[in-house]
């Protein structure tokens, strides 16, 4: 069998690398989560791969998310010299451009979005990170695939805890259909208002936020590399609708 090669590494921060990897041309996306010089870094970082792979795991055979790669010779080492050590998780890949950098955009992207969220709160999965518009892939063929998964949370029920973080990633779909459909320069008409930020929301914003950046911000190894469209553009042109998405077919997987 053909070995694994690592392609390149896709990013890089403070709780590891995610790395471009190929067998027998076929290629696959690998989460180390080895930690960085912050303290405790490792550990956060193999929590929040544990989260991934929860989510993951919930959410086995949904077309649009990244479907989990078993294979033992996909996690192993050795990787780049000199690489350090880590958990490792392994998906599936599909070609495709996040959000911000896409330059084609179905009429009805936002409308599948919403359906794919949805469908992950059927399954009791909260994507919780949905604000950055790299989570968010238009695939090749159209649709809307996500990925990155590790702040993701998975729930038994339907309580409190729940329906606050499922209003949320609603909340952030229909920012981001409000931004890309008035092409920044005020809402079109007809176009429904955004929802409400919820308590949880709000408490994030007004005390939580300010703080995270003002360290992101000092701390270079912390930054994660978030990215987003410049107001001014280029936007994406439109395209034909591509429909709503047939419940069976080929699993989804992640861009990064």
């Known amino acids: 069998m053909e070995a694994v090669k690592v392609m390149r590494v896709l990013k890089r921060d ?24 912050l303290p405790l870094s490792r550990l956060v970082a193999r929590l929040l791969l544990a989260r991934e792979r929860r989510a993951l795991e ?6 649009g998310v990244p479907r989990l790669e078993p294979g033992a010779d996909l996690a192993a080492l050795p990787l780049e010299p000199g690489a350090p050590r880590g958990a490792v998780l392994v998906r599936s890949f599909v070609a495709g451009e996040p959000l911000h950098r896409a330059e084609l955009l179905p009429e009805d992207f936002f409308e599948r979005l919403a359906e794919l969220v949805a469908e992950l709160h059927r399954r009791g999965v909260c994507h919780n990170d949905l604000h950055k518009e790299q989570n968010v892939v238009v695939g090749a063929d159209g649709y809307p695939h996500l990925i990155d998964f590790q702040l993701a949370s998975c729930h ?11 209003h949320d990633d609603l909340r952030h779909v229909a920012k981001h259909r409000r931004r890309y459909l008035r092409a920044g320069r005020g809402p079109q008409p007809g176009e429904p208002a ?19 950046e003002m360290v992101t911000r000092a701390v270079p190894a912390w930054r994660d590399g978030e990215e987003r469209r410049a107001s001014a553009g280029p936007w994406p042109r439109r395209t ?6 047939r419940a069976a077919g080929e699993e989804g997987g992640g861009r990064h």
């Open 14 to 37: 403070s709780l590891g690398r995610v790395e471009l990897v190929e067998r027998e041309g076929e290629p696959y996306v690998r989460r180390v989560a080895c930690g960085g010089r």
């Open 58 to 63: 919930a959410l086995r055979g949904l077309v």
């Open 240 to 245: 034909a609708a591509v429909g709503p998405r």
């Open 156 to 166: 038994a029920g339907r309580g409190r805890s729940f329906a606050s973080r499922a």
């Open 194 to 212: 955004r929802p409400p930020r919820t308590a949880l929301a709000r408490l994030w914003r007004r005390g939580v936020k300010p703080l995270y």
